[in-house]
């Protein structure tokens, strides 16, 4: 069991501390808050539900009274209180079980309950001098998650930022997560969370899918890319503090104003940003970005091998979601042979520096800037050396959000027009954006049934008919025509693609 001591000198360490629980809490979680009359764990439960709520106004009444209060909240929290409870059979009738099963449990005063809270999150509060002391006991199996969120403590306070209020912003679909972090002055930053990947099981030739695939290992990648777009005048965050060892980036705050409108498209914005996608492919990159500190970052080439092993998701989840089955050792190998043909000829074509993952879920809409300072990139650690066409196809068949037939024609000519080099053939341009496009939809139909599946994240699943759509698109290219057949014959395509 992992023990934590706190001294807390005034109401902010208070509330820094109730931060710092919120951030590691998950549902199914029990906090158990020991302490004398006045000790300050209602103060405590108070900070907690205000975090998860993101919202330092929120009222959070004891429930000394009523035993229970309830927030239906991102996690639903329940705050019982115990002090006037008569027996154990009592607070089974107040739904303890239930509470647990469906969020997070706060409680006060457990020793009402013997040995019912045994293997909660254990927090005891006593007088220390002026203030308080909080000794925290962390149950096995949720240590790593605790001492994770200390260590940001840690790292804010090292950076300056010792008053900084947390608060949880999201996780993607990746291993990062992101908090937002507010200053006293109102003032805000965006911390990433991202430790280096490890610990992965191997699929292939001793690597792991994440290496073979090319994907970013540590936020160094980011720290790279964002900087060196950020030298040619495209809008990244600023980075304000950083630890590479811990995987830890304090970055600029782009702004609220999602890149969608009310979760539908803009033409003017989506037009925007295939206008940047050319302004970034009129480009020269160099190689290698630095990073800092004699440090350097090469972004890998989208190669066979990347490319490959992410549209095999299609085989390995999607295929069995949708079909009840596996691919047959044949189907594999035909499959292979089909993308290998594929991926030579996108290799004809012009590559340049690919973000990966250009879409609405990753680009600010900023109106009160001009140019290119509209759009804020904050989805930048996956870069690779690819195809041009890749980020265009990703913009205009946009995986989640309806784009039209028209929209995406339009996206299309947007970009097209804005290039300027003399090595730019949109022939060739379009030949290389059908195979990205079918790439692209092919992986992510496998990758969502993986979300969902393997990583407990179901609302993925409702992204399928789209792509599915976006991929019958795409294979109406005369150069997918093989590729078409191929998906035919595994009832892949139009009405019999579920």
């Known amino acids: 069991m992992l023990r934590i001591r706190r001294l807390l000198p005034d109401e902010r360490a208070t509330e820094r501390l109730g931060d710092d629980l919120a951030a590691a809490l998950k549902p199914g979680d029990l906090v158990a808050l020991r302490g004398d009359l006045g000790a300050g764990k209602t103060a405590l439960a108070r900070q907690i539900i205000r975090a998860m709520a993101d919202d330092p106004e929120l ?34 009738e ?51 998650r605790f001492s994770r969120s200390f260590e940001i403590r840690s790292f804010l306070d090292g950076a300056g930022y010792r008053h900084a209020r947390r608060t949880y912003l999201l996780g993607d679909a990746s291993i990062r997560a992101y ?18 990947r490890q610990d992965e099981p191997v699929v292939r030739d001793g690597l792991p899918y994440s290496r073979i695939a090319r994907l970013a290992q540590s936020v160094t990648a980011f720290v790279a890319v964002a900087n060196a777009l950020r030298t040619e005048g495209f809008s990244t965050p600023q980075i304000h503090a950083q630890d590479l060892e811990r995987g830890l980036l304090l970055c600029e705050h782009m702004g609220d ?20 996608l050319a302004q970034m492919h009129e480009r020269v990159w160099p190689s290698s970005f630095p990073v800092g500190e004699g440090m350097e970052h090469t972004p ?41 043909v594929l991926f030579d000829r996108m290799a004809r074509g012009e590559q340049t520096l690919v973000l990966r993952d250009f879409h609405s879920a990753n680009i600010i809409w900023r109106q009160e800037k001009a140019g290119l300072d509209r759009l804020g990139l904050i989805d930048v650690q996956d870069a690779v050396f690819g195809s041009a066409a890749y980020d265009v196809a990703s913009l205009a068949l946009d995986a989640r959000v309806d784009i039209s037939e028209e929209l995406e024609h339009a996206i299309i000519d947007a970009y097209c027009a804005a290039r ?42 409702r992204h399928l008919p789209r792509v599915r759509s976006y991929l019958d698109r795409a294979l109406a290219h005369p150069v997918l025509a093989g590729l078409a057949a191929c998906y035919g014959q595994y009832g892949l395509l139009g009405e019999n693609a579920e």
């Open 59 to 92: 009222e959070v009444p004891s429930p000394t009274f009523t035993l229970v209060q309830s927030y239906r909240l991102r996690i639903p929290i329940h705050h019982f209180d115990l002090y006037r409870l008569t027996g154990p059979d009592e607070l089974e």
């Open 94 to 144: 107040l739904g303890l079980s239930e509470a647990l099963a469906e969020g997070i449990v706060i409680v006060e005063w457990p020793e009402r309950a013997p040995d019912l809270f045994d293997a909660a999150l254990s927090v005891r509060l006593r007088e220390h001098g002026e203030g308080r002391e909080a000794e925290i006991h962390v149950p096995p199996g949720a240590e790593d």
């Open 179 to 196: 908090e937002t972090v507010h200053l006293p002055d109102g003032a805000r930053f965006i911390l990433m969370d991202a430790p280096e």
């Open 257 to 276: 104003q999602p890149f969608l409108e009310q979760g539908t498209p803009v033409r003017e914005r989506y037009l925007a940003a295939a206008r940047l």
């Open 300 to 340: 890998p080439v989208y190669d066979h091998a990347a490319l490959g092993i992410e549209t095999e998701l299609l085989l390995d989840w999607y295929l069995p979601h949708s079909k009840n089955r596996t691919a047959s050792e044949e189907e594999r190998q035909e499959f292979s042979r089909v993308w290998a």
């Open 420 to 461: 300027r080099s003399s090595h730019f053939h949109r022939a060739s341009f379009l030949e290389a954006y059908a195979i990205a496009a079918a790439q692209r939809n092919t992986k992510l139909l496998g990758t969502f049934v993986r979300l969902a599946r393997r990583d407990g994240k179901p609302d993925y699943l």
